[in-house]
Nanobody
């Protein structure tokens, strides 16, 4: 089983940048992807971005495409989420997830497809 630990959240002003990190320990598989979800107060958890560990392919939600970049550091077993041009609507608790990914990303982007969530890391963007 994979254990995930998120870090890097904090406060930022509109237009600023933050970088989140997800450190993975335990066993992962070639066909795993690691990614991020976020949950704003009173809202459901939503997909943000993910990266395939073997192919390196990435997938983003429309709300962050062009502003956020997900990357992986195989040596450190860490996935990073670089968040640029932050907006107040990016305010949320961000959670890391890992799991098998198939040909299409869509199933992976459903938060119900994942379990074993970490404690998350809070991001607050002020206007």
């Amino acid at each position: 089983q994979v254990q995930l630990s998120e870090s890097g959240g904090g406060w930022a002003q509109t237009g600023a940048s933050l970088r989140l990190s997800c450190a993975a320990s335990g066993r992962t598989f070639n066909h795993y992807a690691v990614g991020w979800f976020r949950q704003a107060p009173g809202q459901e958890r939503k997909f943000v971005a993910a990266i395939s560990l073997n192919r390196g392919s990435t997938y983003y939600s429309d709300s962050v495409k062009g502003r956020f970049t997900i990357s992986k550091d195989n040596a450190e077993n860490t996935v990073h989420l670089q968040m640029n041009s932050l907006k107040p609507e990016d305010t949320a608790v961000y959670y890391c997830a890992a799991g098998l990914v198939g040909t299409h990303w869509s199933p992976w982007t459903n938060p119900r497809a994942h379990s074993g969530w970490g404690q998350g890391t809070r991001v607050t963007v002020t206007s």
